[in-house]
């Protein structure tokens, strides 16, 4: 069975700083994509960063950044200089591509402070 | 814009009703997921389509069920509702294979009374 484990319920940061979130999953398939969606207020799910299993290298997108470390089957999310507009609902997910099949962790919700 | 439509956006009900969710993926998506969001909580997988034929079932009651039509759009019908149904319901298409990821739509907010 798959399964994806956000262990912070919640988490604050002051604006300006750096927080990481924590992701850890387990698959026994080797093909997998890794993503954080996020999902403010609004209640809409955007798609912030993802990591192909195959790379080695840490995606970044702007102040977003994943540190994937595939043997110990974690991906957390680094957002750097946190602004107000941060604070949402941060959910990791792994998609197995050959299954088509995606699995969401319970999320961490995330609040920027002034 | 994700591409992904759901309507309707709002929907109030009673108790014991019954109510079809619909969802239009992406052109040229061809797997859609349902998922159930209640308040401040996470993604319950509900079930996945992928070109007409169910993929994956999750935690689906029995009282709900789905189906993909050849257009590849979905509807999620929910009957003998409770309060407890009460929630965001998202639909997310994607392509399939590699390359992709879940393109969500806005949800439908559904309110038992």
């Known amino acids: 069975a798959q399964t994806v484990t956000q262990s912070q319920p919640e988490m604050s940061v002051q604006e300006a700083e750096t927080v990481t979130l924590s992701c850890t999953y387990d698959?026994?398939?080797?093909?997998?994509?890794l993503f954080w969606y996020k999902q403010p207020p609004s209640r809409q799910m955007i798609l912030v960063i993802r990591q192909e299993a195959y790379k080695q290298q840490n995606a970044t997108e702007n102040r977003f950044s994943v540190n994937f470390q595939k043997a110990a089957k974690s991906f957390s999310l680094k957002i750097s200089d946190s602004q107000l507009g941060d604070t949402a609902m941060y959910f990791c997910a792994i998609l197995l591509y050959n299954f088509n099949k995606f699995y969401f962790g319970s999320g961490t919700k995330l609040n920027v402070k002034p | 814009d994700s591409g992904v439509t759901q309507t309707p956006k709002h929907l109030i009900t009673a108790t014991g009703q019954r109510v079809t969710l619909r969802c239009s993926p992406r052109s040229g998506d061809l797997s859609v997921y349902w998922y159930q969001q209640s308040l401040d909580q996470g993604l319950q997988f509900l079930i996945q389509y992928y070109n007409g034929e169910e993929r994956a079932k999750g935690n689906i009651l029995e009282r709900f069920s789905a189906q993909q039509f050849p257009d590849l759009h979905s509807e999620l019908n929910l009957s003998s509702l409770e309060l407890g149904d009460s929630a965001l319901y998202f639909c997310a298409s994607s392509a399939g294979g590699r390359n992709t990821e879940a393109f969500f739509g806005q949800g439908t907010r559904l309110t038992v009374v």
């Open positions: 698959t026994s398939e080797n093909n997998y994509y």
